[in-house]
């Protein structure tokens, strides 16, 4: 069965330094999502992509993070610097089909000291 | 603003019984609401949708009610086993296209006793 691929599945780091993550979306699936989850609530959408074009990044704090998919298949979102209320799980979704059903990746659990 | 509330945090039934989970929004844009499942430490799990041409949909052990005038949904799992036991995201979207935003609620947490 097609997953959603992502990594690395946990990184911890210190606040200041630069993060990345990586997410390879359901073959054909054109619409990417990147969300953040903080313990205890539901995901919140931080960016999304139609193929390579950005469809909506307002919730996305851009003075620290930025998100590509180059050429519209994977996808990275990266952080820098790292703050301490960064700490989340980052979550990314794909999309392919007639109705909104959003398939999710395992997830990447982030961790600033 | 919530515009997704799961007002319940937590749920604890009986294997065998019914597990009732509720959710309610406030946008009345909101045409389309999906269930998801998660597991701690994995992504979350789709599991049932339901349109709002609809009012009930079915897919075995689980069921989606949908009261439009009310803005509440539903989820029934009937029978609950203990490994339905996870936390539960109602989920709504304001088109049906493929494109278009998931506003989550904050989750329930089920747990199935044996």
């Known amino acids: 069965e097609a997953e959603v691929a992502q990594s690395p599945r946990y990184k911890i780091t210190e606040k200041s330094q630069a993060v990345a993550f990586w997410c390879d979306p359901i073959?054909?699936?054109?619409?990417l999502y990147w969300y953040r989850q903080i313990l205890g609530q539901g995901p919140e959408l931080l960016v999304q992509?139609?193929?390579?074009?950005?469809?909506?990044d307002s919730q996305l704090p851009k003075d620290r993070f930025s998100a590509e998919r180059l050429k519209g298949v994977d996808s990275t979102l990266k952080i820098q610097p790292a703050e301490l209320g960064d700490s989340a799980m980052y979550l990314c979704?794909?999309?392919?089909?007639?109705?909104?059903?959003?398939?999710f990746g395992p997830g990447t659990r982030l961790t600033v000291l | 603003d919530q515009q997704v509330k799961q007002n319940s945090p937590s749920l604890s039934v009986q294997e065998g019984r019914i597990s009732i989970l509720n959710c309610d929004y406030t946008n009345s844009m909101f045409d389309y609401f999906l269930w998801y499942k998660k597991y701690p430490a994995e992504g979350p799990t789709f599991l049932i949708s339901?349109?709002?041409?609809?009012d009930k949909n079915e897919d075995g052990r689980f069921t989606v009610f949908l009261n439009k005038s009310a803005k509440h949904l539903s989820l029934h799992i009937v029978p609950s086993q203990p490994g339905d036991s996870a936390v539960y995201f109602c989920?709504?979207?304001?088109?049906?296209?493929?494109?278009?935003?998931?506003?989550f609620g904050k989750g329930i947490t089920l747990s199935v006793r044996p």
């Open positions: 992509f139609q193929d390579e074009s950005v469809v909506d």
């Open positions: 339901i349109s709002s041409i609809k």
């Open positions: 073959s054909g699936h054109a619409t």
């Open positions: 979704a794909s999309s392919g089909g007639r109705y909104n059903e959003q398939f």
């Open positions: 989920a709504a979207s304001a088109q049906t296209g493929a494109n278009s935003k998931l506003t």
